[in-house]
């Protein structure tokens, strides 16, 4: 084999091989050849083909879509310069800005010929490898056809053709044509309703950038709130409830709410929930919450933030009775999107600790799929936040939701709609204007009753559970088992419990350490860590047949030990979709 130098990756599969080959090919000279993709050396039905155009000294290359592209998508185009040793890759963007990457021939990774040969469209074709980023690449390539190009960016021979490409020996691309008649290039050219290059290659950027611009393009970001904070014992002054956007802030300001208008979204969009805390002054590590707030029924959580905890339906059960925890015929109680455990102090306190091998994190980040719950995350809604604490300072918050999209063309067929229904949430948002935290389990179950409608698939409960109690004997460090029934039949019985703690060290610049050199956030718990998310269980219940139903949940609680207590933070909400995508 011989070797030829190449340089380090830019786009698509990761860089621009170039094979330097003798002789050359006339600027003048046009041509077309049509790629379909391969898969263990079968073409993918249905798949999007390419096509690589050569006109006036470039050659375009472009990706033929399968069907209308969504309205977001940017026109991309790239382009193989060999008379300035350049690839160039360009997007009008759905803004109406462009920008552009360019990549220099010369700035790529090296190439190892072959002496193997393959024919392919009739041509005597040369295999050269390279090894990108652990992926195999093997490429077959001409000369002396009066094309130059590739099926990809990525890959590229200079003064050559190449009309395959095979990545990890499996995929790849493969052409099914060659056009060098002008009439069928000035056909293929026609079917693309772009210029062939465009007036000004726009805003240059570097492969990062563009590839952010990209991607950026085809999500929908939804800010809910900024650097919203939660503290405790702050003068509240909350704007009239006709200011559009505006953030309320309620139960001695440890909760904000917003109205917020969500996108309505197909059955193939992911969403996610991206939340940043920071502490502000408090240094504890404390229950914190995304919800949502339904307001379908007669009564609403939001009429106890705003007239006090009486305002709810109870629960009067047999140690107290406790406020809006679970669906009632004219209540729905908050649908939970993230449970999430603030750190010890992270940023506020950074400064303060110093732990040799240790560098804080400036900002816990949380992460959350909540594609489950899009049946409840469109439209006009409203969203809370909650972190208890007791500090003036408290905590900051920015919460953004991000919907990325699951096809680049639009769907022929009408998306399946999703259900929820929330359950039950024991975690008490309210708890500085005085609802009862979870300490039911101590002599009863927590139930519910609700009707399921017809037509309902793929259902099951999404269910958060966090235990509480931060002294030995507290449920906090000690495991306990969460049963969950459904009719009096038990659907689910588990230990909820965390042993990864000591993973988020860098998060708790506050957090305690002993003499024998334990973090108390390295501690497991129930559920949970200092500086992070709680996964919800899911607890599948495909044979829940339609009509009237009641859940249960039994936790066995710990007993008190003074002012000590154990309590539980319970969540659940029935997700599944419609079989019939038009039910009311």
């Not at 990706?63 to 940017?74: D, H, L, N, R």
């Not at 072959?114 to 074709?125: A, F, K, Q, V, Y």
């Not at 769907?411 to 708890?431: D, G, Q």
Request: proline share 6%; with cysteine; hydrophobic share 35%.
């Amino acid at each position: 084999m011989r070797t030829i130098s190449f340089a380090r990756c830019t786009a698509m599969i990761l860089g621009v091989m170039v094979w330097s080959l003798p002789g050359s090919v006339r600027a003048e000279n046009s041509g077309a050849v049509v790629y379909h993709r391969i898969s263990e050396g079968e073409e993918v039905e249905g798949a999007a083909k390419r096509v690589l155009i050569q006109q006036d000294g470039l050659s375009r290359l472009y990706e033929v879509p399968t069907g209308t592209p969504i309205a977001m998508a940017p026109q991309e185009l790239s382009y193989f310069d060999f008379g300035a040793r350049r690839t160039i890759q360009t997007a009008k963007l759905p803004d109406g800005s462009r920008c552009t990457v360019m990549t220099a021939l010369d700035s790529l990774p090296p190439l190892a010929m072959t002496d193997e040969r393959e024919t392919i469209l009739g041509h005597e074709c040369i295999k050269a490898t390279t090894e990108i980023r652990s992926n195999k690449i093997e490429v077959w390539l001409i000369r002396d056809v009066g094309i130059t190009g590739s099926p990809t960016t990525s890959v590229a021979a200079e003064g050559g053709l190449i009309l395959k490409l095979v990545q990890n020996g499996s995929s790849g691309l493969l052409a099914e044509r060659i056009e060098t008649d002008p009439q069928a290039v000035a056909q293929l050219l026609s079917e693309q309703p772009q210029p062939f290059r465009p007036a000004d290659w726009g805003e240059e950027v570097d492969s990062a950038e563009y590839r952010a611009r990209i991607t950026d393009s085809y999500v929908t970001t939804i800010t809910v709130f900024d650097e919203v904070q939660l503290s405790f014992g702050n003068e509240i002054h909350n704007p009239a409830e006709s200011d559009s956007g505006a953030v309320f802030h309620y139960s001695k300001g440890t909760v904000a709410v917003r109205r917020v208008t969500l996108p309505e979204v197909d059955d193939e969009t992911m969403i996610l929930a991206e939340l940043v805390e920071v502490s502000n002054g408090d240094a504890y590590d404390r229950t914190g919450s995304i919800f949502l707030i339904p307001t379908d029924r007669t009564h609403t959580y939001l009429d106890g933030l705003r007239d006090g905890v009486e305002a709810l339906p109870a629960l009067d059960l047999q140690n107290g009775a406790y406020q809006g925890i679970a669906a009632t015929e004219d209540y729905l109680p908050p649908l939970e999107l993230i449970r999430f455990i603030t750190p010890f102090g992270v940023g506020a306190f950074n400064s303060r600790s110093k732990v040799r091998g240790l560098e804080w994190a400036d900002e816990a980040r949380y992460v959350m799929d909540v594609t489950d719950l899009a049946g409840s995350l469109q439209g006009s809604v409203w969203i809370g936040a909650f972190i208890g604490n007791y500090d003036k300072g408290g905590h900051k918050v920015t919460l953004r939701l991000r919907y990325f999209p699951g096809e680049q063309v639009e769907s022929e067929t009408p998306p399946a709609r999703r259900f929820t229904l929330p359950l039950f949430n024991t975690v008490n948002a309210m708890e500085m204007s005085g609802q009862n935290y979870g300490t039911l389990f101590g002599s009863d179950s927590l139930s519910a009753e609700f009707d399921l409608p017809n037509g309902i698939e793929d259902l099951q409960l999404r269910y958060i559970t966090t235990g509480h109690g931060g002294w030995g004997g507290g449920d906090e460090f000690n495991p306990k088992v969460n049963t969950i029934l459904l009719d009096g039949q038990v659907a689910s019985s588990f230990v909820p419990w965390r042993s990864d703690c000591g993973t988020f060290r860098e998060n708790n610049p506050s957090s305690g350490n002993f003499w024998n050199g334990i973090s108390s956030s390295d501690f497991s718990r129930s559920g949970w860590c200092p500086g992070t998310t709680v996964s919800p269980y899911v607890v599948p219940l495909a044979g829940l047949v339609p009509g009237r139903h009641r859940i249960q949940v039994a936790i066995p609680l710990g007993e008190r030990e003074g002012s000590a207590f154990s309590s539980w933070n319970v969540s659940g909400v029935l997700v599944g979709r419609f079989a019939d995508p038009e039910q009311p």
